[in-house]
């Protein structure tokens, strides 16, 4: 018989897509579907409008940053307000900070009440991807267990309540100076829990044996080490780290590229300068470039326009493609498709930082944000990043980084070094299994 798996809610928010793009990773687990509660059957107008200002903010000022001198000076405001402390030295952090008052201001004057109402119909574990979701089941006396997962490798005060002590929160920490960050902040270490950041299942495999995961590493080191400097050295140790007899003699794609804008488009030029500049590649059919622009039709239009003004529109699906769908539930399919075949993923340090335990080497394009600096921190201290050089001249020092073996190194280092289970782990922890989390030690401190 088979065994009967604990199901939760899974809630989100829809700004941007680094609260979505864990949740999806976490839908096997959801009663129905994933909830966003920004925008669920029902939500009250006043709740909409709220959220909605919320997410037009946040998007405002992601794009107006490109503007010198005023567009910086607005989001370096913005940021302050939700700054992350240093960590040294280690101090009681525990005041509330302004964007935690604001919150908690706003939620006592009714909102989320009709969200977690509706819930406590039938109280179930709450999975809560954004910490203004768990503050509210809080608040609103939310009668199942909550789980907050936070997605990125520091967090910031907001996301612990006004007194942690006395709070039921559980918290999911993707890496270690999360779980001791929450410390700080005063969360007691009975609702801290290090699991790693959940990742897709159809990237890693059924289980914990990750085989799909391997099965893609093995060909993706092949394209990312041409003259073979990494693999002669390190062959043993990779066939040992993937299970295998022997290497594959050849990958089974092209050498792929892909970079991936942020929900709300930000940095776009960047693509546009790739496909300009990998262009002869591009024609002589020696590499492949992927470019993400998820469901934003804005930005598929302007990767569409520059590819066809390099001469490449007839290119098109084949060496360069363009990611876009209509909803944000058929772009997490298919990105997470087109991972699978992807060598390089070139991005801002997002959530998808911490994609790099799929193997993946990260050329880091400049942070947007206090939290980004520290995901770029992290990738930089596990070997698995990189910061991109001029993307003007990416067809130079992207063949010195391929000629040296040094991207198969940093795929290896992602691998070997940022935690792999985390979506297996909140499975146990949801079952209310936490002796059954698997964490792989690592070198890194972070």
């Known amino acids: 018989m088979p065994i009967k798996k604990t199901k939760a809610y899974v809630v989100a928010v829809t700004m941007g897509y680094g609260h979505l793009r864990p949740a999806y990773n976490l839908r096997h687990l959801a009663v129905g579907s994933v909830?966003?509660?920004?925008?669920?059957?029902?939500?009250?107008?006043?709740?909409?409008?709220?959220?909605?200002?919320?997410?037009?903010?946040?998007?405002?000022?992601?794009r107006f940053k490109r503007i010198p001198i005023i567009g910086e000076g607005l989001f370096e405001l913005m940021d302050e307000l939700q700054e992350i402390a240093s960590f040294y030295p280690r101090r009681n952090l525990a005041r509330p900070i302004w964007q935690l008052k604001a919150t908690l201001a706003t939620i006592k004057k009714?909102?989320?009440?009709?969200?977690?109402?509706?819930?406590?119909?039938?109280?179930l574990p709450l999975i809560a991807t954004f910490f203004t979701v768990a503050h509210m089941a809080e608040y609103w006396g939310y009668r199942g267990p909550i789980y907050c997962i936070a997605t990125d490798t520091d967090i910031s005060r907001a996301w612990v309540p006004v007194n942690p002590s006395q709070?039921?929160?559980?918290?999911?920490?993707?890496?270690?100076?999360?779980?001791?960050?929450?410390?700080l902040y005063g969360v007691p270490p009975r609702n801290i829990f290090l699991t790693g950041f959940p990742l897709p299942k159809e990237n890693i495999g059924l289980d914990t044996d990750l085989t799909i995961l391997q099965h893609d590493l093995a060909r993706r080191i092949i394209n990312l080490d041409?003259?073979?400097?990494?693999?002669?050295?390190?062959?043993?140790?990779?066939?040992?780290r993937l299970h295998l007899k022997r290497l594959?003699?050849?990958?089974?794609?092209?050498?792929?590229?892909?970079?991936?804008?942020?929900?709300?488009?930000?940095?776009r030029e960047i693509g546009a300068a790739i496909v300009k500049n990998l262009r002869q590649r591009i024609i002589a059919r020696q590499m492949r470039v992927n470019l993400i622009a998820g469901i934003n039709e804005e930005v598929?239009?302007?990767?569409?326009?520059?590819?066809?003004?390099?001469?490449?529109?007839?290119?098109?699906?084949t060496a360069v493609r363009v990611l876009f769908t209509k909803t944000k539930e058929e772009y997490f399919v298919e990105f997470n498709k087109w991972l699978r075949t992807t060598d390089i993923l070139w991005t801002k340090p997002s959530?998808?930082?911490f994609y790099t335990a799929l193997g993946l080497p990260i050329i880091i394009a400049p942070p947007i944000g206090s939290q980004e600096e520290y995901n770029r921190a992290w990738l930089l201290t596990l070997d698995a990043g990189v910061p991109q050089e001029d993307p003007d001249f990416v067809?130079?020092?992207?063949?010195?980084?391929?000629?040296?073996?040094?991207?198969?190194?940093?795929?290896m280092s992602g691998y070997r070094e940022a935690f792999k289970f985390g979506t297996f782990n909140i499975e146990r922890l949801v079952e209310n299994k936490p002796e059954e989390i698997k964490i792989v030690q690592t070198v890194s401190p972070y």
């Open 110 to 123: 009714g909102w989320g009440r009709h969200l977690i109402g509706e819930l406590n119909r039938r109280p």
């Open 351 to 353: 959530e998808l930082s």
């Open 167 to 183: 709070s039921r929160i559980k918290y999911c920490a993707p890496t270690y100076r999360v779980a001791e960050r929450l410390k």
């Open 395 to 411: 067809s130079e020092w992207l063949s010195d980084w391929l000629r040296s073996g040094f991207l198969a190194k940093a795929a």
């Open 35 to 62: 909830i966003s509660a920004d925008n669920y059957k029902g939500i009250p107008e006043n709740d909409r409008k709220t959220w909605e200002k919320l997410r037009k903010a946040y998007e405002f000022v992601s």
């Open 226 to 240: 041409p003259a073979r400097r990494y693999l002669k050295v390190h062959s043993t140790h990779i066939k040992e």
């Open 300 to 317: 598929r239009d302007y990767f569409t326009s520059h590819i066809e003004k390099q001469g490449l529109g007839s290119a098109l699906d």
């Open 248 to 267: 594959p003699l050849q990958a089974n794609h092209p050498l792929t590229l892909t970079f991936a804008v942020g929900g709300a488009g930000a940095q």
